[in-house]
């Protein structure tokens, strides 16, 4: 029973995974609801996955306007494979759980990034692709809840000789021109189809054109995916990802069926590298005025709890034909408590603290006068001495609108007057410069009592207008709250920490409080990872898709005297063998979830033959449980006394009964 006072390095909690077996198992449909007492961190008016599992990726998915509701969905793994939630809204704010329907347990295969749209015969249809299928999937719903959806239908396109191509399957869309339906398939070098009943499909080649142009500052073989196509204005946007670079988009023209690009741009900068923090897999909707409003999901920002989906954005393409990207007009739903400020003057090289307006869950409105200062704007979330803020600027010089670390490029005009939209939600930030950019940034964590706002200029004056700030109500009420599900319980379901491991090795609890004695599993594409406490009364628990950012889940099991042990699955069942470490024996806990381990129903392990390893003088400890494939049968391995010092081995079929067998290791007299 090793003790780390440093806490869990991740390097060791993989070491013994790869031997951990166990039976696969399905649950029911599961409705995503939020604690009823969120974590004073999580965020309050941004959509977010509360669990359970987690949303990582969390892509924005399929998302439709359809008789008075608007529908989204995003990925999230509820330990089955990734899953589609589904939200509904009848403002985009305010959102409600559906059951999630759209599972590997209903449709085969694990739901990826795809779109919704209308058919010609007034049916919702969604495209995407199926994880592990080998193919994009096409499904038809059901019901006007869109929580029931035909068997999902593998798009299988032709080439002019009828055979198969071999192309990318990956992140497709689909969208109507005419009467024929074309549909993409994404990643580098894109693929184009189309059809006209949804049912055969021709394959057309590339999707873009050989005529793409060589100065429009993106290389054509630049990877395109989580695509969205749509008409704005009088060209057509393809908004999507690269991995490289997050979300961006294009805005051209159809020509000889291939999309042939005019110009395209960057919503995302943060050192072109979707490890960063990140504006990623967008997803878009028509509403029912015929605005076009967009979400992308928040990759990598260090906010909590995961699968945080920006705010809302409207876009529009106006003769211009320069994009205007507005917040979401109906998020002023949530003003409340609204106060004023007025021509203010901000010397050169000065900050200017507003002493009656700050928060950490506000937007505030700030309208600068055609300024001549090389660098002006405002500090938010700052501590009581006005310091450590994020910081929000226009820098004329270089041309850039900064938000905390992000810098996206952003001109004013000769003469032009400068207003700045900023959302602040908890350690978030979305700031709208002149519905012309916008850009999302995060301090390195959340400080509650970091509120501060200051203005400060920089080579030059700087007048204000007009400042204007107001609170910013939750868009979680009771009716999140209450729906059962399988998965965490619902009263504190996690933490919602996320520790990053290649920032920091070694995970802590959220309290900072040590670890030890890590227990690693591998079930259906997501890591549980358990430990121990300091104190040996808990076993914190902890979960992952990639091995390195780990979210913190409320203490599987609380009590005391907790030790070294495995935790394992089967036939729907889980098992925690733990060393009580007073006795030094080995005791067993059964669940029915992963979650939740009940202390007071354990029982002291027993052999099947009533013999032990533990002699008067001696210990049982330190269980290590596996499935070994090639007997068909559970091992432990245990130190024990034989009578000296040993490892121990026993066996068994149901993790209940276990026989001794002689052991492996023992000393040599």
Known sequence: MKRMTAGLLIGLAMFSICGTAAAGTDIENETPAMPANPPDDWLTYHLLHPGPGGAMPGDPNCAFYWK???????????????????????????????????????????????????????????????LGSGRNQLAFALDDNFE?????????????????????????????????????????????????????????????????????????????????????????????????????????????????PEFQALMSWNGNDWKNPCFFAPESVLAKDGRRVMWAWLLNEPVAPCGIQSLPREL???????????????LQSLRSDGQQEEAITV??????????????????????????????????????????????????????LRVGNVRAPFVLKEGEDLTLRVFIDKNLVEVFANDRQAAVAATGKYVPENLGVRLFSSGGDVVV????????????????????????????????YVHDTSINPFIVTGEGKDLGDPMPVYWDGVWHLYALSADFRMVPHFTSTDLVKWVEHKPAMAGKDICTG??????????????????????????????????????????????????????????????????????????????????GLLKSKDLLQWARCEPICEPVA
């Open 566 to 647: 495995t935790v394992v699955r089967h036939e729907n069942k889980y098992y925690l063998f733990y060393t009580d470490c007073g006795p030094q024996t080995v005791r067993l806990v059964v669940s029915d979830n992963p979650w939740e381990f009940d202390f007071s129903k354990s029982r002291l392990f027993a052999e099947a033959d009533g013999s032990t390893y533990r002699k008067s003088t001696g210990f049982f400890r330190d269980a290590y449980v596996f499935y070994n494939e090639e007997e068909k049968l559970w091992w432990m391995l245990i130190e024990g006394r034989c009578p000296e010092v040993c490892a």
């Open 465 to 496: 207008k007009q400042l204007k700030c107001w609170k910013m109500k939750s868009i979680y009420t009771a009716s999140q709250v209450p729906r059962a599900e399988a998965g965490p319980p619902a009263d504190e379901r996690r933490t919602g």
């Open 148 to 260: 029931q959806w035909t068997r999902p239908v593998p798009i299988i396109p032709r080439d002019a000789s009828g055979g198969q191509p071999q192309f990318h399957n990956c992140d497709p869309d689909c969208w109507l021109i005419g009467d024929t339906y074309y549909a993409l398939s994404g990643g580098g070098n894109p693929s184009l189809m189309k059809s006209t009943d949804l049912k055969n499909w021709k394959f057309l080649g590339p999707l873009l054109h050989d005529a793409y142009p060589a100065n429009i500052g993106m290389p054509k073989g630049e990877d395109i995916s989580c695509a969205n196509m749509f008409k704005i204005g009088n060209k057509w946007m393809l908004l999507c990802i690269s991995h490289r670079l997050g979300c961006r988009y294009y805005l051209g023209d159809f020509k000889d069926e291939k999309y042939l």
């Open 347 to 400: 010397k050169s090289d000065t900050a200017h603290a507003l002493k009656e307006i700050s928060g950490n869950a506000i937007e505030l409105e700030v309208a600068f006068k055609s300024p001549a200062a090389k660098e002006f704007g405002l500090d938010v979330l700052c501590d009581k001495n006005g310091e450590n803020g994020l910081r929000v600027a226009v820098m004329a010089e270089s041309k850039t």
């Open 68 to 130: 008075g509701r608007y529908h989204l969905h995003y990925i999230y793994d509820n330990g089955k494979g990734p899953s589609f939630a589904h939200v509904s809204s009848t403002d985009m704010v305010h959102w409600t759980w559906h059951p999630t329907t759209l599972a590997p347990k209903t449709t085969g295969h694990g739901m990826y990034s795809g779109t919704g749209f209308i058919t010609k015969d007034g049916k919702p249809a969604i495209i995407y692709h199926g």
């Open 316 to 330: 529009e393409l106006p003769a211009d034909g320069v994009l205007r990207i507005r917040p979401l007009r109906e």
